[in-house]
């Protein structure tokens, strides 16, 4: 038996009918929804993780990508953490593979909690030893799919736990006029990230930008804040 069909049939043995349906509202898979479609069996992020660990040393890309292009949601979750793990033991050479991997295979990296679990661990921490790569980011922060620019702002996290911001900042100017709500929860998230790390840095932004930055993206941003600063910021 193929090893992924053995992580099929260990995730299939961890599943639940009342998680998948949980799971087919959480996500949004209605008509119209950003997960539109998506397939649910069930299974919670610590059974995926368990399947992962299990099978990551010996599956090849070649079946990890036969599981990330299925349609079952849990599928492709399990093969993006298939391929987070692979990336932290391997050598420079092999990471170099799984970042192209990765970003050959953004098709199918299709709903935020796929986006998160992996776009830092794999394109961040590529980026943060291989900074001339960079401008991928500002290519993907471009582009006209919704996950390409979650992928390119959250693989910033990665650059924000070393201290460095500056991308972060830039693309969220670049993103501050999108119209997703997801994409407005990522900017705002991040730059909450900046601000527990340097709160000057988030609010000499936030003083340039609080007057056009979405609503939502500004709640996330100053989540943390004292509640009179808080306050202050909501009534601005």
Not at 75 to 91: C, G, H, N, P, S
Not at 140 to 163: C, G, H, Q
Not at 166 to 189: C, M, Q
Request: charged share 30%.
């Amino acid at each position: 038996m193929l090893i992924c069909q053995k992580c099929k049939k260990d995730l299939q043995k961890l599943s639940s009918k009342k998680r998948a349906e949980t799971s087919k509202w959480f996500f949004k898979t209605g008509p119209g929804e950003y997960g539109h479609g998506d397939v649910f069996i069930g299974v919670n992020n610590p059974g995926m993780r368990q399947v992962a660990k299990k099978h990551y040393q010996n599956i090849s890309l070649a079946e990890t990508e036969k599981l990330l292009h299925d349609k079952i949601h849990e599928y492709r979750q399990t093969a993006l953490f298939i391929l987070v793990y692979k990336y932290e033991k391997a050598d420079e050479a092999e990471q170099k593979k799984i970042y192209n991997f990765y970003l050959k295979n953004t098709k199918y990296i299709n709903n935020w909690d796929l986006v998160d679990l992996s776009a830092p661990n794999i394109v961040g921490k590529y980026l943060a030893k291989h900074p001339k790569e960079k401008k991928i980011l500002y290519k993907l922060v471009e582009s006209p799919d919704l996950w390409e620019k979650r992928i390119s702002i959250l693989a910033t996290y990665t650059f924000i736990r070393k201290n460095d911001f500056s991308d972060t900042l830039k693309l969220v100017e670049i993103l501050i006029k999108d119209k997703h709500d997801l994409i407005h929860k990522a900017i705002g998230w991040m730059l909450r990230e900046v601000g527990k790390r340097n709160s000057v840095v988030e609010e000499k932004f936030l003083q340039k930008y609080y007057k056009v930055i979405p609503r939502t993206a500004l709640r996330y941003a100053i989540e943390k804040f004292p509640e009179a600063k808080r306050i202050s910021y909501l009534k601005k």
